[in-house]
């Protein structure tokens, strides 16, 4: 069971709390054992199925991500498939600009389209999955937007909705621009968001060739040529990214995902995504914390009819921690913006639960009211308010 150890107001509420979990306490050992190195100057692993990261370096630095970013085109292609207002058979036609800019005149990658021909949609995903095809990138954003500044726009939004926050786009390729950058952190969100929110398309990433008219394509993704469960993602490389790949794989039912940016060799983003994956499987366990609805703690409810409203996650509440050592110590704070007012409905997310290990590992997960809390009287708003204003004046 978690204690509260101690409470902090500032523009927010920082409940910190600590907790062992079954038979594991605090070991000086712990960070030389766990210890992992990357050659990689950007990259991360986290768990699918829980969000915890496993291992971060330099993850939240934006970077070109070169045609990594294909993911968010394919994403907002995904969205309007799932929403029925785009289907797998409709045709989108091969303009002059996808054609010069991003097909065989162009030199990059590309899926070889003929100008001015009609191309299933379907094709076209994989087009931009296994070749990454540049002119089916511009295909695709001209196709849905009407031009490729429009798409970007639509790649901005979708970026917004799903979370990312250290990513922007002005075009649909990944081709060079100072203005186009992704976090690896953001690509490993929207990795899993694909995995999750997608899996009738996901399974074109794990795709290793595909037949367009007279050619054979190969699928660039190195990892799904190893022996480590890979299934996806996507790889990409310029002269201002370097190489880098987004890649998930599977061992015995757990799905890891990794980034790795910034590489001079594209033997060494395999290299060091196999030894990031490899790491992973072999070094944690995913251990449940807490039962869907069980109340974690409490928030502080100013001017309430009570003072604390308890806090319970939606769903079992998991963190994924390294196997060795034995013994370890993992801390928790549960976050607030404070005050938090009334009235308070069951239900309502309120706070976040951020769960971190001796490492870099880390997750966090949303907690909901448990109860109602209505307004208190007059008397009760007014001694809170001083209470209120007596902390903000210690915290400053």
């Keep these: 069971m ?78 309007a498939m799932k929403e029925g207002r785009i289907q797998k058979t409709d045709e989108f036609t091969m303009s002059v600009n996808a054609w010069r800019n991003g097909g065989a005149p162009s030199g990059t990658s590309a899926m070889m389209v003929p100008v001015n021909t009609k191309v299933t949609v379907d094709e076209l995903i994989q087009g931009i999955a296994i070749q990454s095809g540049n002119d089916a990138a511009m295909c695709v954003a001209e196709g849905m937007a009407g031009s490729i500044p429009a798409f970007a726009r639509m790649m ?152 604390y409203v308890p806090l319970a996650a939606n769903a079992d509440v998991t963190f994924t921690v390294p196997k060795f050592p034995a013994n370890q110590k993992i801390s928790a704070e549960i976050v607030y913006k404070a005050p938090l007012k009334p009235p308070v409905k069951k239900g309502d997310q309120v706070a976040m639960l951020k769960l971190s290990s001796s490492t870099s590992a880390s997750t966090e997960l949303p907690l909901y009211a448990t109860e109602d809390v209505q307004k208190g009287g007059i008397v009760r708003e007014g001694l809170d308010s001083l209470v209120l204003m007596a902390l903000r004046r210690l915290a400053f």
Excluded at 57 to 66: C, F, G, H, K, S
């Design 156 to 307: 901005n939004e979708e970026a917004k909705r799903i979370g990312l926050t250290k990513s922007t786009f002005t075009n649909a390729s990944g081709l060079p621009d100072p203005q186009q950058l992704m976090s690896a952190r953001d690509l490993a969100i929207l990795a899993r968001y694909i995995i999750d929110e997608y899996p009738e398309y996901y399974p074109v990433f794990g795709q290793k060739e595909f037949l367009y008219r007279k050619h054979r394509f190969i699928n660039r993704n190195p990892l799904l040529f190893q022996n480590v469960g890979a299934d996806g993602l996507k790889t990409g490389h310029t002269a201002a990214a370097g190489f880098g790949l987004v890649g998930s794989a599977v061992q015995d039912g757990k799905r890891l995902i990794v980034v790795v940016s910034g590489l001079e060799k594209a033997d060494q983003r395999k290299d060091e995504a196999v030894k990031l994956l490899n790491w992973g499987f072999n070094s944690f366990n995913s251990v449940r914390l807490y039962d869907a609805g069980e109340v974690i703690g409490q928030a502080r409810v100013w001017g309430g009819k009570v003072w």
């Design 2 to 79: 978690l204690t509260q150890g101690c409470a902090r107001l500032v523009a927010s509420a920082l409940i910190a709390l600590s907790f062992m979990t079954a038979g594991l306490a605090a070991s000086p050992a712990f960070a030389a054992e766990a210890a992992f190195a990357s050659k990689a100057p950007r990259a991360i692993l986290i768990d699918a199925a829980t969000g915890s990261t496993l291992f971060q370096q330099r993850a939240d630095e934006p970077a070109p991500p070169a045609s990594m970013s294909k993911l968010m085109t394919l994403a907002v292609l995904f969205r």
